[in-house]
């Protein structure tokens, strides 16, 4: 499974709304839209770098706002991972 299906599959799920298809997300799609609070968001990225073998910077967490940001936050951090 590749970043960006984890990210969605995760963030969908996490979602209040359980019939949310995770490829109906589109990444200009706000977190604020999916009705996650900071802390599920957290939960989320703390499975993503659990997953991933990553460590994403809390200061980067704030300027999350949509899905294309976490989705490109992953990516980043597995690069430099690999570094």
Do not use: H, W
Not at 11 to 30: H, I, K, V, Y
Not at 48 to 53: K, V
């Amino acid at each position: 499974m590749d970043v960006r299906e984890k990210v969605l599959e995760l963030l969908a799920s996490a979602m209040q709304q359980n019939n949310c298809d995770p490829l109906e997300l589109g990444l200009q799609t706000s977190i604020a839209e999916l009705g996650l609070d900071s802390l599920k968001l957290v939960e989320v990225i703390y499975e993503l770098e659990r997953d991933f073998s990553i460590e994403i910077e809390e200061e980067l967490l704030a300027q999350l706002e949509c899905v294309g940001d976490v989705i490109t936050a992953v990516e980043s951090a597995c690069r430099g991972a690999a570094a």
